[in-house]
């Protein structure tokens, strides 16, 4: 306690002299004595009770402001419009933000010359979340002080929330001449950001120099410059950056965070594990680390450890809101469906606010094949942001609400400026599912005005401009986004544009060219994927072997190794090393990548069961789609019926796919199980034997086929040194005169094959030939087939029966010795796909093969019937199998010499089938769904080419 004042020394104007200065350094407490004193004196002491508030308001004691602003409104009504301010900021500290702003807004009506007032106004509105109220506002505190710092710098902070880079540098620009000093550096730091926003980032990195070198110290300067420096591309640089942050002050959680997403950039997500286990660690209550390291847990395969993790922190955080939510996106990762719906739901109770909470809500509805539910939650929020707009939108495609689609897709496109670049690629492709080509044109035109984009929508827009823009005009955009890419970013995207235009073996030329010895996990699962791509499986599997056991926990790098492993046909090598995954880490989840294994091997009962297994145990597992295809191989009825009726509903799947569901393969299948499984019930009713049924109905019916196929097979196996009996003739088919580079290259392939003739056929040529040998019937049906895939799989057959040899399709490369394939065994040579059927795309054959013209002649009559079978059952393998089934029957002991069957592993020792050409993604590809766009989708995408140096949008 200070002395008392001596008698008759105390005055007004010294206890407020004193006050202040008791005040200014620090004094709370004494500084609220002396002004009561002055209060003592005089009641209506203005100054005296705005101060006494003041303090209580920087003590956190908004109970004791608010008394002290009732008494103070009593005593000194004259002031009321500077007491009720500060009886607002009370409200708010207290939580009653609503009220608080209420008694603003009525204020300000009444006061609207006040500064102070709106000063405060438009704070409050800014943490209310009212960017628009906010930015008007403080545009009345500069009117009022055209030199207010808060209200500048405010502004600023609120067009760079926005993403308004532009409006930022504008804003900059006007308050620079009117904050000199101290604001200079906080306007430079803003314009740096603002730089950032728009692209500019050299320029921005450019303007951060002069300011780290004058802090060196200052650790928010370093973590902006390092952001800058991640987003250039310079990862090394930003990880330097980050670490000497770290170094300095190991609880910067910007810095654990940076360096976790340039560990997931890079494709390690070991590392970034690590990195965000040591975050959680220096920094245990940061939710957005928890958060992150949860996130990663997931990513990996490892849904359980991550709802663990969450569990454990909300024991110490109980009812933490963004744990709480974080872990429901876990349980709906995990596909605990029910159990996010629980979670979910409780959060929105607690905050019916909780924008996230709601959206997730609707997710878990959809997840369970509830779209209404969903868009039940989603009721009068569609129209408040993009994120519940867009899944609202998805929402009524799938339950088939196209009118309320349509509209809510027009108020979306509007959004396309607030939208990041995830939103804007989900509102492409829902105008394209809606055929709403102003939802697409909005896109393209918010992406026109970006400077810099990520991969994902640079590899999305070419691949969508190959499609439908002229070739010229689309290697234009192709160099307009690459400058929009940040450098380390750049080689996949020019190996994605040359597996566009040229095919595979140019993107594997341009990897390689771009990434000679890749240091992460990114450019060595590019390398490895083009090795696969083009065909070079044996030493793709080499190569991805050695990165796999450099990055062990890269899951995109993985899926690779097992793609390789699947494709030379070392299945035991994938089983294995899933093996010594799960011994380094007990948690990760191999389940998807066994089940992939096993259908391979053709262990279908085995996979089925244990995802039916995983499905119980609310575990990851087979899609609806796989369900079917298991169901299907394995010619069960019942399941094949369930597991339609999910496909039909599983989300994104809408009324369209339903009601045109037995268009598809997958209907086709499912109709003909249900037709031959009435056939043969009925004939076996009639008492015809079950032998019997199933020969006569392998003629007519598939599944029946492949069952007989299946059951033979072992003894038709490859049998090298039986004798050569196919002629060394190869034959293929374009159906125009002019094939593309890409595929003539692959043609080569067999050209090149030594000791062989090679033949190509054109649609001219083939009717020629058919007019010839077989008469004007079978050109009439080579002429009324309904696609060149049609057209080619009926010449096959006629070309191989007449003359003998290797017909192979023109997306099929030779990899290794066509005279070893036709060594392979006695007879004809087919292959067999692991879901049972006989492909068609490769078959050696001797001339005048039964079976070839026991097919061709059923391919002719279908074709001369015009019957609505699809391709794959008409004249594909749907037909070869049941040819093969039919020839087994009836060839029996005789069929030993005259057929060998491989498996697809066996067949890709010597061919890579079905090589993902760049063809097949142009709009001449005959099942390009893409290649009628609109006209003003085509004129868009091709202005963000340049023309003459400049954008269109220029």
């Not at 993403?163 to 001449?177: D, K, N, V, W």
């Not at 341009?510 to 000679?516: E, G, H, I, Y």
Request: charged content about 25%; hydrophobic content about 45%.
């Amino acid at each position: 306690m200070p002395n008392p004042h001596p008698a008759g020394t105390v005055t007004i104007p010294g206890l407020m002299a004193e006050a202040q200065a008791a005040q200014k350094a620090g004094e709370a407490a004494q500084a609220a004595r002396l002004y009561a004193q002055v209060l003592e004196l005089r009641p209506d002491h203005a100054g005296a009770w705005l101060a006494r508030i003041e303090i209580a308001l920087g003590r956190g004691k908004a109970r004791r402001a608010r008394k002290l602003c009732e008494a103070a409104l009593t005593q000194c009504p004259g002031h009321r419009v500077a007491i009720v301010t500060k009886q607002a900021r009370a409200l708010e500290a207290g939580g009653a933000r609503a009220e608080a702003l209420a008694l603003l807004e009525d204020l300000s009506e009444a006061a609207p010359g006040d500064m102070p007032l709106a000063a405060t106004l438009a704070g409050m509105r800014h943490r209310a979340g009212n960017l628009d109220g906010a930015f008007a506002m403080y545009g009345r505190v500069l009117d009022l002080r055209p030199d207010h710092p808060g209200a500048w710098l405010a502004r600023i902070e609120i067009a760079l929330a926005r993403g308004q880079g532009g409006r930022a540098l504008e804003l900059i620009e006007a308050a620079t001449p009117l904050l000199p000093g101290p604001q200079a550096r906080a306007l430079e730091i803003k314009r740096v950001r603002a730089l950032d926003a728009e692209g500019r980032l050299s320029e921005a990195l450019d303007r951060l120099a002069p300011l780290r070198a004058g802090a060196p110290g200052d650790l928010q300067l370093a973590l902006l410059e390092a952001g800058l420096m991640r987003r250039t591309g310079d990862l090394a640089g930003a990880e330097t950056v980050y670490a000497g942050v770290l170094e300095q002050d190991p609880g910067q959680a910007g810095a654990w965070l940076g360096r976790i997403d340039i560990a997931q950039t890079a494709g390690d997500p070991d590392r970034a594990r690590a990195l965000a286990e040591a975050g959680v660690q220096a920094c245990p209550d940061h939710l957005a680390l928890i958060a992150r390291r949860a996130g990663l847990l997931v990513h990996m395969g490892q849904s359980g450890a991550a709802i663990a993790a969450l569990e454990a922190a909300l024991e110490t955080r109980p009812g933490e809101p963004r744990l709480m939510l974080e872990l429901a996106r876990a349980e709906l990762a995990a596909g605990h469906a029910a159990a996010a719906e629980a979670r979910y739901a409780a959060c929105l109770e607690a905050d019916p606010d909780n924008a996230q909470a709601r959206l997730g809500l609707a997710e878990a509805h959809e997840a369970q094949g509830a779209p209404e539910a969903g868009l039940a939650v989603l009721a009068d929020h569609a129209a408040t942001g993009p994120a519940p707009g867009l899944k609202a939108a998805e929402l009524m495609g799938q339950a088939g609400q196209v009118a309320g689609r349509a509209a809510l897709l027009d108020r979306l496109a509007e959004m396309a400026p607030r939208m990041n670049e995830p939103e804007l690629l989900r509102l492409f492709k829902l105008g394209e599912q809606a055929d709403h080509a102003g939802a697409a044109l909005a896109v393209v035109d918010s992406l026109g005005q970006r400077a810099r984009i990520s991969p994902l929508v640079a590899q999305f827009l070419m691949t969508r401009a190959r499609v439908i823009v002229p070739p010229d005009r689309a290697r234009a955009l192709q160099e307009a986004l690459e400058s929009r890419l940040a450098p380390s970013r750049v080689p996949e995207f020019r190996a994605l544009s040359a597996a566009l235009f040229s095919g595979p073996e140019e993107a594997l030329a341009q990897a390689r060219a771009d990434l000679p010895s890749p240091r992460d996990t990114q450019g060595a699962a590019l390398v490895g994927e083009r090795l696969l791509d083009a065909g070079h499986a044996r030493s793709g599997f080499r190569y991805l072997r050695a990165c796999v056991a450099r990055w062990p926990g890269a899951p995109y790098l993985r899926r690779q190794f097992l793609r390789a492993c699947i494709e030379t046909g070392q299945l035991a090598a994938g089983h294995a090393w899933l093996d010594r995954l799960e011994a380094r880490d007990a948690e990760l989840d191999t389940g998807p990548d066994r089940m992939a294994l096993m259908t391979q091997e053709g262990r279908l009962e085995e996979t089925r069961e244990m995802a039916e297994a995983r499905a119980a145990q609310g575990l990851k597992t087979l899609s609806p789609r796989q369900f079917l295809d298991l169901a299907l191989a394995l010619g069960d009825l019942e399941a094949s019926t369930r597991a339609a009726q999910e496909v039909q509903r599983e989300p994104g799947a809408g009324r369209q796919n339903t009601a045109h569901f037995s268009t598809t393969l997958h209907g086709a299948q499912f109709n003909e199980l249900r037709l031959y499984h009435a056939a043969r019930d009925h004939a076996l009713q009639a008492g015809e034997p079950e032998a019997e049924v199933e020969v006569r109905l392998a003629r007519d019916f598939f599944f029946p086929a492949k069952r007989l196929v299946a059951a033979q097979a072992p003894r038709f196996g490859p049998r090298p040194g039986a004798g050569e009996t196919v002629p060394r003739l190869i034959f293929q088919y374009w159906n125009s005169p002019a094939v593309p580079e890409e595929v003539a290259a692959l043609m080569q392939s067999w050209r090149d094959a030594p000791g062989f003739d090679h033949h190509l056929y054109d649609r001219a040529r083939a009717l020629a030939f058919l007019r010839k040998e077989f008469g004007t019937g079978h050109a009439r049906a080579f002429q009324l087939a309904n696609s060149p895939a049609e057209e080619c799989d009926f010449l096959r057959l006629c070309l191989l029966y007449k003359h003998g040899g290797i017909y192979a399709d023109a997306d099929d490369r030779l990899t290794g010795d066509a005279g070893a394939l036709i060594a392979e065994g006695p007879g004809l040579i087919l292959a067999r796909e692991p879901w049972g059927a006989v492909a068609n795309n490769v078959i050696a054959a001797p001339q005048g093969h039964p079976l070839l013209l026991w097919a061709l002649e059923a391919a002719g009559r279908s074709l001369l019937a015009r019957e609505n079978d699809g391709t794959w059952f008409k004249t594909g393998p749907g037909l070869v199998t049941r040819a093969t089934a039919s020839w087994l029957a009836e060839a029996e002991g005789a069929a030993d010499q005259g057929l060998t069957l491989l498996s697809l592993p066996q067949l890709r020792a010597h061919v890579h089938p079905h090589v993902r050409l760049g063809y097949k993604s142009s709009g001449s590809y005959w099942n390009a769904r893409d290649a009628h766009a609109p006209g003003a989708l085509v004129s868009a995408l091709s202005g963000l080419a340049p023309r003459d140096g400049k954008n269109a949008n220029d």
